[in-house]
Nanobody, 126 residues
């Protein structure tokens, strides 16, 4: 059974930092693109960051570019999201996602991802 489990969420003040981690089990995703999405209350899920299977290419939503960094460790089957200079509008449930396609590129499209985690809450207070 494939599982993606997010961790690292919590409450932080505006301007602070958090590091989210996503651990995959049940299969390896070392040859698959992975990404992070988020959903705020009353809003649709939106793309945050994506990384190619090799880690050589990344893509970010305009709202987080320059503040967030996505990275992966294929040996550990994990993908992280370093979030700096957090703002109250970053408050959301953050989801990790993985593509089933091998050698996939970084993608901002949710339909490119086949596996999803349960999410971790990030709350940024003003």
């Amino acid at each position: 059974q494939v599982q993606l489990v997010e961790s690292g969420g919590g409450l932080v003040q505006a301007g602070g930092s958090l590091r989210l981690s996503c651990a995959a089990s049940g299969r390896t995703f070392s040859r698959n693109a992975m990404g992070w999405f988020r959903q705020a209350p009353g809003k649709e899920r939106e793309f945050v960051a994506g990384i190619s299977w090799s880690g050589g290419s990344t893509t970010y939503a305009a709202s987080v570019k320059g503040r967030f960094t996505i990275s992966r460790d294929n040996a550990k089957n994990t993908v992280d999201l370093q979030m700096n200079s957090l703002k109250p509008e970053d408050t959301a449930v953050y989801y990790c996602a993985a593509a089933a396609a091998y050698y996939s590129s970084a993608s901002s499209r949710d339909y490119d991802y086949d596996y999803w985690g349960q999410g971790t809450q990030v709350t940024v207070s003003s």
